[in-house]
């Protein structure tokens, strides 16, 4: 008997010494659907083949998600419980702005629900990597990602001899502030925010005429969506274009900038050029 | 004359005060220099390009709204007629928002005008044909609680069905009101419009106050209704329609404003007019101060200050003509 367990713990030991990826496969869930946006590209970064089996609907749209070619081998779900109670999976991943009420929903049926909370920095990126490989098992993949995330935002870090000042602008005159991924973004590509100025750290309603008077060097204006919308006519308003030492840079906040995923600096590398232009423009 | 004169000072000094609110202080002095320098700095973009067509439209869109009132007060003899409770403006926003919805106003700026105007048209030609000729208060509430229903119910179905994320949250500027973020592209395709529906509206004076004697004393004296029928009409969808197009359906305007106004006029339909068209404009510029000192970051709807004063006038109309009705 003493023998036996010995024995057993002993390969048990062994098997975890030979290879801990093969232990982590061995618990790792076989059939996870994410019913968030930002859950889906990173399940797609990390899952293994036949892993990940349903993606959220936007995860197919190409205007948010930086990932739809690689999602469209997958069928997508629209984010209700019972649909993907149906999908029987074994692991949920969700955002922590899913609707409490479907996640209290598949947990209640005995669903495993793991919960995304959404970046609010750059640094956020690492910690949603590390997070979705254990969820999935997939922590040396995620490890080797994070190592590739850093050396490339390390690249990219070049203090600028003098910083921009930018405002970002999107529908409703709505701006993202320092303590936001967009905010982060923007510093990282070596711009000063003007949302600081106005005190709107956090992001928040910026009038036009304060972004006015701020005056800043270059406004970054949000995507244009299909369709017409009052909420986006202050994109498109003269006084905008009036100032004489201001440059409208249009629709860059694209789906690289929506989540915490390694796209990001896809996003940075954009902003750094669009600064290294304006830089020689003069 | 002393009452133009005080309704145009008001305006005056309105206008002067509607330059300058919003969320940011700026003194009289710096404002006049940056109006007239257009030395390019910020605050001379802030006073030219979002403050002076702001209150450009306060004015225009509240000397229509109250100016149609009073024609339609006039015509029908019902102090309730009003563009927004009739379900003109409701009418004149669905036009708008199919113009801007189907793609046409993006391809052809004045579709956007011109929609609403069609839309404004169908919503009178209903209101006029339900009404009656004498305009009787419990069908032209009624007639109008339709149109605006039907109206506003296509208004919310249109926007649901865009397929911008942003458009549901449109509903509420549609139907409330607002002159936030406008600039001089609205002041430039709004007016032509105006202008002509003011001119149509302007010349109904001496037909409205032969039409206080009755239709047939009117006909008598050589009031030739079918044609001031038109004139009102086309002069409301006009002047309505192209307020309603850039800044939404802003209501109670033109039913709260002939209503203070008649005891100064001697309830004389001609004058009447003209110190509606004048009161509406001071009343628009007075609400669209409020909401920007209420809330100045936020979009406070134009459309809930004006209901806020006229609702309460309304149920006190509807009070002291309720011995007409059955």
Not at chain 1, 70 to 89: D, F, I, K, Q
Not at chain 1, 167 to 178: C, K, L, P
Not at chain 2, 206 to 220: F, I
Not at chain 2, 279 to 288: H, K, P, S
Request: charged letters at 15%; proline letters at 5%.
């Amino acid at each position: 008997m003493l023998v036996s367990v010995r024995i057993s713990s002993a390969l048990a030991a062994f098997a975890v010494a030979l290879t801990t990826a093969t232990a982590a496969l061995a618990d790792a869930p076989e059939r996870v659907v994410s019913i968030n946006l930002c859950t889906d590209q990173l399940g797609l970064l990390l899952a293994a083949p036949g892993q990940l089996v349903s993606v959220s609907r936007l995860a197919h749209d190409p205007d948010s998600s930086a990932m739809a070619e690689a999602a469209r081998a997958l069928p997508t779900n629209g984010s209700r419980a019972e649909e993907v109670y149906l999908l029987n999976p074994d692991l949920v991943l969700a955002g922590t702005f899913t609707d409490p009420a479907t996640v209290q929903m598949l947990r209640g049926l005995g669903i495993r629900v793991e919960l995304f909370a959404p970046a609010t920095a750059l640094s956020d990126v690492r910690d949603r990597l590390a997070q979705m490989g254990a969820a999935l098992g997939q922590q040396d993949e995620a490890a080797r990602m994070i190592a590739d995330f850093d050396a490339a935002l390390n690249d990219l870090g070049d203090a600028p001899a003098t910083r921009p000042r930018a405002a970002i602008y999107y529908v409703n005159s709505y701006t993202s502030g320092d303590r936001t991924l967009a905010g982060d973004i923007l510093r990282m590509a070596g711009f000063d925010n003007v949302a600081t100025e106005a005190g709107l750290s956090d992001g928040g309603t910026l009038p036009l005429e304060q972004l006015v008077m701020l005056a800043p060097d270059v406004i970054v204006t949000g995507r244009d969506y299909p369709g017409q919308a009052r909420a986006e006519d202050v994109l498109g308003h003269p006084a905008l274009r009036a100032l004489q030492d201001t440059a409208v840079a249009g629709s860059l906040t694209d789906q690289d900038w929506i989540c915490g995923t390694p796209a990001v600096l896809n996003a940075v590398r954009e902003m750094r050029a669009l600064r290294l232009h304006l830089e020689a423009a003069g | 004359m002393r009452l133009a004169a005080l309704l145009l000072a008001l305006v005056a000094v309105l206008f002067a005060g509607s330059l300058l609110s919003g969320p940011l202080p700026v003194s009289a002095g710096q404002a006049l220099v940056a109006l007239f320098g257009n030395d390019g700095t910020p605050l001379a973009v802030v006073m030219r390009e979002i403050r002076l067509p702001r209150a450009l439209l306060a004015v225009m869109i509240g000397a229509s709204l109250g100016l149609s009132g009073a024609a339609m007060q006039g015509f029908l003899r019902n102090p309730l007629a009003e563009p927004g409770l009739i379900g003109v403006s409701g009418a004149a926003a669905l036009g708008a928002v199919l113009a801007l919805q189907t793609g046409l106003a993006a391809s052809f700026a004045l579709a956007l005008p011109l929609s609403a105007l069609g839309m404004a048209v169908v919503a009178v030609l209903l209101i006029l044909m339900l009404a009656g000729p004498r305009g009787a208060s419990i069908t032209l509430i009624l007639a109008g609680i339709a149109i605006s229903a039907l109206a506003g119910a296509l208004t919310s179905l249109v926007l649901n069905l865009s397929p911008n994320p942003f458009a549901a949250a449109d509903i509420v500027f549609w139907m409330m009101g607002s002159l936030a973020d406008r600039s001089f592209t609205h002041v430039w395709l709004a007016l032509p419009f105006m202008l002509v529906g003011w001119a149509l509206l302007a010349g109904l004076g001496r037909g409205l106050d032969a039409l206080t004697l009755g239709e047939d004393a009117a006909q008598a004296m050589g009031v030739r209704l079918p044609r001031l029928r038109l004139a009102l009409i086309l002069g409301t969808a006009a002047s309505v329609g192209a307020a309603t197009a850039v800044a939404g359906a802003i209501g109670f305007v033109g039913l709260v404003v002939p209503h203070l106004l008649r005891p100064f006029v001697g309830g004389r339909p001609s004058a009447l007019l003209w110190a509606s068209a004048l009161g509406g404009a001071a009343m628009v510029l007075a609400a669209d101060i409020a909401v920007r000192e209420i809330f100045p970051t936020r979009d406070l709807k134009l459309g809930v200050l004006m209901a806020l004063v006229g609702a309460p006038l309304f149920l006190h109309l509807i009070y002291k003509t309720r011995k007409e009705l059955p």
